[in-house]
């Protein structure tokens, strides 16, 4: 794959916020936002200062920090919420509002236009108090409401200042290669804006509800979005979002994007998971405990030759090292490797089969035995005498 001009938004404390019983005190919001910052996020989504004085005081702390990440804030279409905002010195503002005839009917009991006169007058507004803003408008659920309200609306945003379209799927609905997916969307998006002469950068928020956020959201690059939106741990409403780390790998990986600290993903990742009380899944990509880690012997055969046998992604990469794991499924490679890697090399073969044994036998009681253990395992193993031949 070629090389692509990406930038990404993350909303852990926003979006990520949005997960039931999450919320993080204003100095581990500071914490995550030096680490996100550190690692070379572009945008850090730090909340919607009106929802709380809290949230509102945590916004403009962040936003008067010397980070190189621009440091933004969500509003609704609201003077009141944008004046908050701007009061805090964001550099980026996110306004959303929805443009489906059933919800402006249904819940505000609005029609399109009066929607887009309040989008448009928050724009202008917010746009006219501070020039050098960066403004994104989001229409909301924009994948399931009518393509021809997003487009007028969209449009009408950019003319009166909008510089980011983000594209929205608010409930986790595209699914790629069936008839609704991100690609056809911001192609036609995008087809639509150059035909009017307008050249807006288009952000994509996909959540995860059929497990396909991420997938959505290479689509949408592929499409020629400009701005991916994800969170730590997914965090987000219901099923959340885009994963950051999974999202920062695969550009790396797969799209020759260089210059994120990848290497601090593991401290955001324990960070994040601590204070939203929710864990790192062991088999989790890239972060989890398992993500490194060969298990049957047949595999850590191989891998103790050579590794990529069995990895297509090199831990280091990430600041990881690989593992053996030592349980029933152990041959006398991942004994060896691991004994390697506690220091002792010099064991006669026959010890070296009695540690394997001891290991399977552990293995089998449903345990995996943990480094620290291999030493005294090794130690009762020179002890042990085979009585019953
Ligand atoms: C929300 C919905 C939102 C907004 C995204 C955005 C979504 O929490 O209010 O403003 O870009 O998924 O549509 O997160
Ligand atoms: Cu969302």
Redesign the pocket.
Known sequence: MGTVNIKILDSTLR?GE?TPGVYFDSHIKLAIAELLDEIGIDIIETGHPAVTDEIYSTVKMLAGKQFKSVIGA?ARSVRKDIELALDCGVGFL?I?YCVSDERLNGVFKKDLQDAIEKIVTSIEFAKKENPGLLIRY?P??TVRSEYKNVITAAVAAVEAGADII?I?D?TGFMVPGTSKNMYDYVTRLKEDFDKRSLNPLIAV?C?NDRGLALANALDALRGGANIIDASVLGLG?RAGIVDLAQLLAVLTLEYNITGWKLDKLSDLYNLVSTHSGVPVPVNSPIVGKNAFTHCAGVHTHAAAINPMHYESINPELFGKERHFALDHMSGIASVRFALKQVGISDLEPETELLVLERIKSIGQRGRIVELSELPHIVETSKHYKRIIK
């Open positions: 979006e949005q969500h996110g959303f989001t909301e659920d983000s929205a608010t928020h959540h409403e």
